[in-house]
């Protein structure tokens, strides 16, 4: 069946560190992929989302481009910021249109 | 962000007791969602509706039973719930497009809820 597996948290970084969180993906046919971000204590907030194959989503200064010759969707940032701390979390859709999430990378930011 | 709105926030309850988790969508979506989110695992899928039926049912136990009056509202009810099934509950909707389309969710704030 479908599946998302994310690298494993915590990851913890000074403020204005590269940050790149990765994501591979199995999936029959031609999956929709997403980022999402949870901040403590809230629900889950879309980040981004890309729809076909070599798709960059982009929004707050976050980036992911849909590979599918690699089965990826790393989600990269230039310079990150303390308000970055957050759980991320990878998911695709699929042909039945269900969301699979990964497990969700726990991100620090320190100051 | 208001588009997806759930109440309470937070629920302590009794293994004997009867609540109900409420969510309300503002976006005109068509499809609502329920999901568990427990520590150390990954969220998991509880029920889906479309257009105000129930097209999933992720073999979710009795004692969660889910109810959706209209394509706004979706409500949980809960009874003689386990300590085990204290969780974050997160509701989303989505505007489905067809069989094809990308079926983007939007996720409610989520109900805290703890069973003593």
């Known amino acids: 069946g479908d599946s998302v597996t994310q690298m494993e948290g915590p990851v913890t970084l000074s403020e204005e560190a590269f940050l790149t969180i990765n994501c591979t993906y199995t999936a029959t046919g031609y999956p929709s992929l997403f980022w999402y971000v949870q901040y403590p204590g809230e629900g889950l907030q879309l980040l981004l989302k890309?729809?076909?194959?070599?798709d960059k989503g982009s929004n707050k200064g976050f980036e992911a481009t849909y590979r599918k010759e690699t089965t990826s969707f790393h989600l990269e940032k230039g310079s990150v910021q303390v308000s970055d701390s957050a759980v991320y979390f990878c998911a695709l859709q699929g042909g039945a249109q269900k969301l699979v999430f990964g497990q969700g990378t726990r991100l620090t930011i320190n100051p | 962000e208001t588009g997806v709105t759930q109440t309470p926030r937070h629920l302590v309850m009794g293994m004997t007791n009867k609540k109900s988790l409420k969510c309300e969508q503002h976006?005109?979506?068509?499809?609502m969602y329920w999901y568990k989110q427990s520590a150390k695992k990954p969220l998991e899928l509880m029920f889906v509706?479309?257009?105000?039926?129930?097209?999933e049912n992720n073999s979710v136990p009795s004692r969660f039973s889910p109810e959706c009056p209209n394509s706004s509202h979706l409500f949980l009810h809960l009874h003689t719930l386990q300590p085990e099934d204290s969780a974050l509950y997160l509701c989303?909707?989505?505007?489905?497009?067809?069989?094809?389309?990308?079926?983007?969710?939007?996720f409610g704030p989520g109900t805290r809820l703890t069973v003593l």
């Open positions: 989303a909707s989505s505007l489905k497009t067809g069989p094809y389309g990308t079926d983007t969710q939007y």
């Open positions: 890309a729809t076909k194959a070599d």
């Open positions: 976006l005109g979506h068509n499809a």
């Open positions: 509706y479309s257009l105000e039926e129930r097209v």
